[in-house]
């Protein structure tokens, strides 16, 4: 009869009978197991400990990584072009999962990528969490309005007691750097022409990236912001939600590549 088994041998020609003949119980002894790491004495464990050279710590703002007994400010040693010869990149042993599904070239740019948020209302704080999980390079808030009532239902960040004394970015800020020590995130206040300007923006060596726009501006301001950024290739994105009716509008400039084939 046939036993389903035909991946193995000719389904036609095995009983049930067979079948249990064949069959070779699995003893302890006959299970393979993956190799274990031979134990080492508590001098051998002390020895290997201390013989590491990279410590992190990044709890908040003021921790620090040492690397090669090197002690650097938060924020300071993230990103491709902070990493020498003599160091490890851990930020590139930890998201070499996600290479899997966006690609190694992708991971590189975001990697770098430098981002401004105009408001961190519901939209925008959405958008900072998502970007700064995603691993990009670093995130600029920018919000100056100081936090209401009102923004406890769409900013998850913002407590009662920042409430007419934080503005909305400080509010989020420490709670946002929290979600990734190898993102730089920061806060920008008053005009941002010199940031949209800017070559070194956070001290990475690299000029912004992408603009998000998450809040209403006098259309005057929001041409204004777009032609500078479309005339040094940083990508606009506008994303406003206004009750039941939305805004989207975007621009990745004149020379914008798409490489998915699909």
Partial sequence: QN???GLFMNPAAVTVTEIKKRSIPLSPDTVSKPNKRPRTNTNEATNHTNSMDTTTTTDNA???LTTTGNSTPWGEWMGSWKINPTQIDQEAERIDRQKAAFGGETISRLK???????GVRGVGIETAKNLILTNVGSVTLVDDEVCTIADLGTNFYIKEGHVGVKTRAE???EELRTLNPYCRVDIHSGPIQDLLTSANVLNTQRPLGVVV?????????LCSINETCRSRGIATCLAVTNG???????????????TDAT
């Fill in 3 to 5: 036993t389903g088994v």
């Fill in 244 to 258: 039941v009716t939305s805004s989207l509008f975007s621009d990745f400039g004149i020379q914008h590549e798409i």
């Fill in 171 to 173: 509010a989020c800020l």
């Fill in 213 to 221: 726009i998450s809040q209403l501006l006098p259309k005057v301001e």
């Fill in 112 to 118: 770098d990528l430098n981002i401004l948020i105009l």
């Fill in 62 to 64: 003021d921790s620090t």
